[in-house]
């Protein structure tokens, strides 16, 4: 049974950080791309980070080009999305996933707000 289990979330002034960590377990994880979704209140959720099987390769939509970054350890079966700069647009649950495969953690809340 695939399970995917966040953390790292909490509350954050504007223009601070957060490190999320996703932790997989029931997959080959060193196999799969990975990513990171987020939903807002009353918003679909939208993909926020994607990393590639190897660690070597990541996408990023416009939103959060340049404030986030994705990493995996594929020897803890775990990636990470670092968040700078981080402002009230942020505001959402993240959720990781494997594309692929239809399997979702409970996510967790981040809250940006002074």
């Known amino acids: 049974q695939v399970q995917f289990v966040e953390s790292g979330g909490g509350l954050v002034q504007p223009g601070g950080s957060l490190r999320l960590s996703c932790a997989a377990s029931g997959v080959t994880f060193s196999r799969y791309a990975m990513s990171w979704h987020r939903r807002a209140p009353g918003n679909e959720r939208e993909w926020v980070a994607r990393i590639d099987s190897s660690g070597r390769h990541t996408n990023y939509p416009d939103s959060v080009k340049g404030r986030f970054t994705i990493s995996r350890d594929n020897a803890k079966n775990t990636i990470y999305l670092q968040m700078n700069s981080l402002n009230s647009d942020d505001t959402a649950v993240y959720y990781c996933?494997?594309?692929?495969?239809?399997?979702w953690g409970q996510g967790t809340q981040v809250t940006v707000s002074s």
């Open positions: 996933n494997a594309p692929g495969i239809d399997s």
